[in-house]
């Protein structure tokens, strides 16, 4: 693993960066063993988790921004 957020929910990016994985409970959901995330394409620098929050970094600084929402959706969006 290259880099890893440790908190009640957890993230970790793997050494070529080409996979990001969650795990833990809390505003995503409840993952016991780590989970890859499916929607963030290509390569992952940087995360960064807060509360109800998740924020992922690409080497070209595009960032994909996770959220729960009001009405308890994780909404994803890529912003460059």
């Known amino acids: 693993m290259r880099y890893i957020d440790a908190g ?3 993230a970790a990016i793997s050494e070529d960066g080409s996979n990001l994985f969650l795990w ?3 505003s995503f959901g ?14 992952t620098i940087d995360i960064s988790l807060g509360q109800g929050f998740g924020i992922a970094l690409s080497p070209r600084d595009s960032y994909t921004v996770g959220a729960r929402t009001s009405a308890v959706n994780l909404a994803m969006e890529t912003l460059s």
């Open 8 to 10: 009640s929910f957890s």
């Open 24 to 26: 833990g409970t809390g």
């Open 30 to 43: 409840e993952f016991l063993t780590p989970h890859r995330v499916k929607k963030i394409r290509g390569e």
